[in-house]
Structure formats: C-alpha cells, structure tokens
C-alpha cells in the first residue's frame, strides 16, 4: 500500500506542474489564440486592414495615378447678332429707290454702307442733309450712300432732292418700317455707318454734324 501511495502522490505532483507551465485558456480565447485566417494560412479582410506595410513592400515604387486628360473647352459661337446696336450685323433689307430700281443690303456690301433715315417733314433731319451729301460727294466712290425717306411716298423723296439740289441716292419706305416688322423704327434722324461685312460700327439717334459723320466714315473704311 505504501508503495501505491508514493507512486500516486509522484504522479499528482507531475499532473500539477503540468497544468501551471500551460497556457490560460480563457486569455488564449481574447488574444493570444490564432485566428482562424490565420491557422488556414490566409488573411481575412480585418487582418489585411489593420497590418502594417512590411520593408519591402515600402520600397516598392509608387505607381502615379494617370493624369486625366483637361476637358475640351468648349466652342462658343460669337458671331454678331442682326440688330441695330455697333458692332451687331445689320439686317439684310431692300427698298426701292425714288426714280427707280431697289436698293438691297446684300448686294451692296464689300465696302462700307452709310444709312441716314428721315422724312421731310424732320426738321433736324433735313438740317443735317447737306452735311451728308457733302460727304457723299467727297466718299461716294469708296462708301455706298443712302437715304430713306421714311413714311413717304416716291414723289415726295424726289421733289425733295430736286428742289434741294441733293445727288444722294434717296429711297422711301411708305409704311415706315423700311428693315421689316422685326426692325421697328421709333426716331428719326437715325444714321448707321457699317463696315464692308455689313457690321455697324457707327450708330447715331438724332441730329449730327459733318465732323461726326466723316470720322465715323473714316474708321468703317479703315476695319
């Protein structure tokens, strides 16, 4: 019996050594066991998230991003309007001519139109009428003129000139509206200098003078 006893108490004391060397088991569980990704030689996504790049993956190069090509501007269209305004492109229009023949815009461009609107019945407008056949006398080769009588008949246009000795070309628009109903005419004297592409560059409500006039000339000539 004594020899079982001794033989027992040897075999506990090695059952308990055993047990206080080993691992905590509920610890192991929290931290220190190997995840599952970990024991099937894989990484799980959390384990991919949180490692730290190692050396050699740190001295790989970067790839630089490609470079995204800059957005085509776009192109706007900055052709003039038709208007009555400088620098928008005046309406094409035909009148006829006091003495025959008409008078369109379209055919008489490639050097620079002058346009003087008037009745005779204005009186700024017939004050300003020598100043322009005087200056149709000393541009009427390089500059097309004309004047249009405005609400009047032909008659009425041509014993004007005649009695006043004008050489300008006068046309007239009995209904008053001598660019059409989109082109109202509200005023007059009303005087348009354009350019040889039919543009205006020079515009003028009411009553001027030769200086006015020629310098406006001038500059059509010169674009």
Known sequence: MRRYAIIFAVALAAALMLVGCGPDVSDASESNAPSEATETGKDSPKTMASSKPTAAESAQPEIAAPEVPAET???????????????????DFSVPLAG??????????????????????????VGEMPEINRLYKEFGDQVHFLVIDVGEDEQTALDFAEQ??????????????????????????????????????????????????KAAIQAALAH
């Open 73 to 91: 501007p776009r192109i706007v269209d900055v052709s003039p309007e038709s208007g009555f305004d400088v620098g928008s492109v005046m309406p």
């Open 164 to 213: 006043n000795g004008y050489s300008l070309p006068f046309a007239y628009s009995e209904d008053g509206m001598p660019f059409g109903k989109g082109y109202l005419v509200y005023s007059i004297p009303r005087t348009f200098v354009l350019d040889a592409d039919g543009v205006i560059s020079g515009y003028y409500e009411g009553m001027r003078d030769y200086d006015t006039f």
């Open 100 to 125: 025959g023949g008409t008078f369109s815009l379209s055919e008489n461009l490639g050097k620079p139109v002058f346009i003087n609107l008037f009745a005779t019945w204005c009186g700024p407008c």
